[in-house]
């Protein structure tokens, strides 16, 4: 069937200032085409990918900058070279969004008989522990109920819970991984503006030249996307995820001499210190999840 005819327009469609005579293909006013026909099958797929995922678009181009030269990509940016690349924001939202999906994925991956069997022979003696990280425990020992390290309040819901439907509690337990990864993004968002301020307060210059928060932010978005391709070698059928895990550390040191400038002992401690923080702050909400998952 022959495609209609588009009508002839005398007003631009979208912001209504009047149209070029002859018709021009589109807008002077804001870019917009001024042809209005319904769109075809090959334009969804192109306003799908367009230049961000094509082979040589936006995306692809950023990704070989931001892996193979740390800091470079944040470098440009704040110099104002930002057209050629994914803008920080929307390259952290995909490549997260992609990072959680594919953990939540292999997180529905059943438990094996081995695990399955280990949790029927700690249910009938009555042994197993929730938390085990001194001084905060969390177990049952022989049907005896050990809490230590934690409020009162908790320690009384948590043993009811334990004593009266122990099964219960260990499903939940187990299946606290999977909850910590749904939440995961946005539990990291919410850790990002805390990372750059962080990172202002490490990088402080005494004579003002410092960058903005704004900048920090930035540098926080692009080395969290780094992290998270980490993972992928990690979650991932991999020979050397300790291999990926060393390279995001020495990654991260690479990125804050070429962001900051200063030296290899000033940016190696700060390097430590932002991963041993980040660290902390993922654990420490990997093991706020499992203890609400007991009382829960």
């Known amino acids: 069937m022959s495609e209609r005819a588009a ?22 006013q804001c870019g917009q085409e001024a042809r209005v026909r319904a769109p075809t099958l090959m ?9 961000y995922i094509s082979t040589e678009g936006a995306l692809w181009r950023t990704l070989k900058l931001l892996l ?14 930002r057209r050629s690349h994914v803008l920080p924001l929307r390259l952290y939202l995909t490549i997260s969004v992609l990072t959680l999906a594919l953990l939540k994925l292999l997180g529905h991956a059943p438990f094996s008989e081995e695990k399955a069997e280990r949790t029927r022979q700690s249910l009938q003696t009555g042994t197993f522990s929730v938390v085990g990280i001194p001084p905060v425990v969390l177990a049952m020992e ?11 309040w908790y320690c009384t819901r948590a043993r009811a819970r334990l ?5 219960t509690v260990v499903q939940a337990v187990q299946a606290a991984p999977e909850q910590v990864i749904g939440s995961m993004g946005r539990a990291m968002f919410v850790l990002l503006p805390v990372f750059a301020l962080l990172l202002k307060l490490l990088q402080w210059r005494r004579d003002g030249q410092g960058l903005r928060y704004t900048e920090h932010l930035v540098f926080a978005l692009h080395l969290h996307c780094v992290w998270f ?16 895990l060393a390279w995001s550390q020495g990654y991260t040191l690479l990125a804050l ?14 390097a430590v210190l932002l991963l041993a923080t980040q660290a902390v702050l993922i654990f420490g909400m990997f093991i706020l999840s499992v203890l609400w998952s007991v009382v829960s």
């Open 7 to 28: 009508p002839s327009l005398v007003d631009c469609p979208n912001c209504e200032a009047p149209l070029a005579r002859p018709p021009a293909p589109f807008c002077a």
């Open 43 to 51: 334009e969804f797929l192109q306003q799908f990918g367009g230049a």
């Open 68 to 81: 193979t030269r740390p800091g470079a990509l944040t470098a440009d940016y704040l110099r104002g070279k």
């Open 142 to 152: 022989h049907r005896q109920f050990v809490c230590t390290g934690l409020p009162d």
């Open 163 to 167: 004593e009266q439907d122990p099964g």
């Open 229 to 244: 391709l980490a993972l992928w070698a990690v979650a991932l059928p991999s020979p050397l995820p300790l291999g990926a």
């Open 257 to 270: 001499r070429r962001v900051y400038g200063r030296g290899w002992w000033g940016t190696a401690w700060r």
